[in-house]
């Protein structure tokens, strides 16, 4: 470990542990791992099922391009908001580093406005999780993703909440660093989603 | 490196990942005849361009760059099994033909 990262992780107080990393950013990496394998095998299943059907996924099976991309723009834009929130807390500047976490929950809540507005179309021309099995590779892929941003946005509500008081905050700040890595996972999830059901 | 010098950098990467990401696009948008790629070159030309855009993330805004190797090897642990499983997908696929 080197650099500013380095400095700032040991500046945070946080106890010594065994492995030298902080238990709770271990503990963070490990539900990562875990949650990379649940949405591997939802892609997989999505590939097999593709794999099998030739004229996949067939005319009535058009996403907008246009909002996939807008909304890709605005995941990649929440992932390097969360992280010079993080460089923010990291220098000691607490109000930079609240707007950034405000910027990155704005962020994600216009990519839901939009998976909402997309929802919206597809319901009202009756295309739902029973339609085909496009249909429920989409849904199921696209509503668990969107769970994860509204997890996400939780968990950072949660962490802007508790820069209010700062003296809290000097023992919690370490969170900001979960909340981003948990942040930067889902954007992970939805640069592969992206191409796989909008694109390819 | 303070983390004020890293900004520029994060900026950077953030630039990056939204041209490759509309490359992608612009590849997948003038695939029907204009690029001189069968469907299949396509489709592995994107899935590369994201697999990019995630190795940017995980090592520069996950820190994984410059974090602790044991956290590198949790990261990688997944990779491993999805690259198992692509495999049996793939040899399946392979089989069944």
Redesign the interface.
């Known amino acids: ?6 400095a ?1 992780t040991t500046t945070f107080g946080t106890a010594p542990t065994a ?3 902080p238990n709770g ?2 503990g963070m ?2 539900f ?3 949650e ?2 649940f949405f ?1 095998g939802l892609i ?1 299943a999505y ?2 099922l593709r ?1 099998g059907h030739p004229a996949w996924p067939g005319p009535e099976g058009h996403l907008s ?1 246009p909002l996939g ?1 807008t909304n ?2 605005l995941l ?2 929440s ?2 908001t969360i ?2 929130s993080l ?2 807390s ?2 000691g500047a607490l109000p930079a580093a609240r707007g950034w976490l405000s910027a990155t929950m704005l962020l994600g809540s216009l990519f839901l406005v939009i998976k909402g507005f997309e929802y919206a179309a597809k319901f009202s021309h009756r295309i739902f999780l029973s339609t085909n099995v496009f249909w429920s590779c989409y849904y199921t892929l696209t509503g668990l993703h969107a769970l994860h941003v509204l997890g996400g946005i939780a968990f950072n509500g949660m962490v802007l909440a508790s820069t209010r008081n700062a003296a809290r905050w000097a023992s919690r700040r370490q969170r900001l660093e979960f909340a ?2 948990y942040w ?2 889902v ?2 999830v939805w ?2 989603l ?2 796989l059901l909008y ?2 | 490196m303070t983390t004020r010098a890293l900004q520029p950098r994060y900026l950077l990467i953030g630039i990056w990942l939204a041209g490759l990401m509309l490359l992608g696009v612009v590849f997948s948008e003038v695939s029907g005849g204009f690029l001189p790629l069968p469907r299949w070159g396509v489709v592995t030309l994107i899935l590369a361009l994201s697999t990019i855009k995630a190795t940017l993330v995980a090592l520069y805004y996950m820190h994984l760059q410059s974090d602790r190797k044991l956290l590198v090897l949790v990261a990688l642990a997944p990779v491993l099994l999805i690259v198992l499983a692509c495999g049996v997908i793939f040899s399946s696929r392979l089989v069944r033909l």
């Open positions: 470990m080197n650099g500013a990262h380095a700032a492995t030298g990393i950013k271990l990496w490990v990562l791992a875990s990379v394998m591997t997989g590939i097999v794999m391009v991309t890709t723009l990649i834009g992932s390097v992280v010079l460089a923010a990291q220098r981003g890595l930067h996972f954007d992970i640069i592969f992206f191409p694109l390819i």
